[in-house]
């Protein structure tokens, strides 16, 4: 997965218990990138980080914080789950000299 | 109407036969245009990407980008069971405020290919 890693794989969480996504890469990129992928909707982006100490809001951020706190790794936080917080989830890095981004494997979240 | 729109599928193409793979966009500025395969259970995985208007042939693959009709499609040739996936179309939309986009994609909803023996 192009140097990028994510963990846990899977995760099961009750209703209004939190949890912190991990996304790590070894690629040496600036920008980083948190996307949720539902059945039909695609991947819709929830927060990015152009570089290091900066992020931004993406398409679908209420319910999410996130944390840059060096190059290499970027964290999604859920401070109180929802059900509708059920998702897989992919971080991605961006080439930034053709735009191209590239996923890591994946969490798989279900919020109960 | 969304940023990006794929053809609705699924699309069921038999063995050696070509796919095409549709998808159109809405804002005119956008510059960079790129397909993932995606499949089932597991993450994106980059095919393709176009930048200028025409056509990009690799391999099997080729993408087709025709801005001023905002429209982007990939052809899959010879076509193999391997190629049955769901193939998303992303596309860099610039931010409303005129500043860098800082590479931040629109994904379409994606479609489902199977190409059956």
């Known amino acids: 997965n192009a140097g990028v890693t994510q963990t846990p794989k899977f995760q099961v969480l009750k209703t209004g218990q939190s949890m912190t996504l991990q996304c790590a890469q070894d690629?040496?990129?600036?920008?980083m990138y948190w996307y949720r992928q539902d059945p039909g909707m695609g991947l819709r982006l929830i927060y990015y980080s152009a570089s290091e100490g900066t992020t931004d809001k993406g398409e679908v951020p209420n319910g999410y914080n996130v944390s840059r706190l060096n190059k290499r790794e970027f964290s999604l936080r859920l401070e109180s789950a929802a059900p509708s917080q059920t998702s897989v989830y992919f971080c991605?890095?961006?080439?930034?000299?053709?735009?191209?981004?590239?996923f890591g494997p994946g969490t798989r979240l279900t919020v109960l | 109407q969304k940023e990006v729109e794929q053809n609705s599928g699924p699309l069921s193409v038999p063995e050696g036969a070509i796919a095409s793979l549709n998808c159109t966009y809405s804002d005119r500025v956008s510059q960079s245009f790129f397909w993932y395969r995606q499949y089932s259970g597991k993450s994106p995985e980059l095919i393709m990407s176009i930048y200028s208007n025409g056509d990009k042939e690799d391999g099997r693959f080729t993408a087709q980008l025709n801005k001023a009709s905002q429209y982007v499609s990939l052809l899959i040739r010879d076509s193999q069971p391997s190629d049955s996936a769901t193939y998303l179309c992303?596309?860099?939309?610039?931010?409303?405020?005129?500043?860098?986009?800082?590479?931040?994609?629109?994904f379409g909803q994606g479609t489902i290919l199977t190409v059956h023996p």
């Open positions: 991605a890095i961006r080439q930034v000299s053709y735009n191209e981004q590239f």
């Open positions: 992303a596309v860099n939309i610039p931010s409303n405020a005129g500043g860098t986009s800082y590479g931040k994609l629109t």
């Open positions: 690629m040496n990129h600036n920008s």
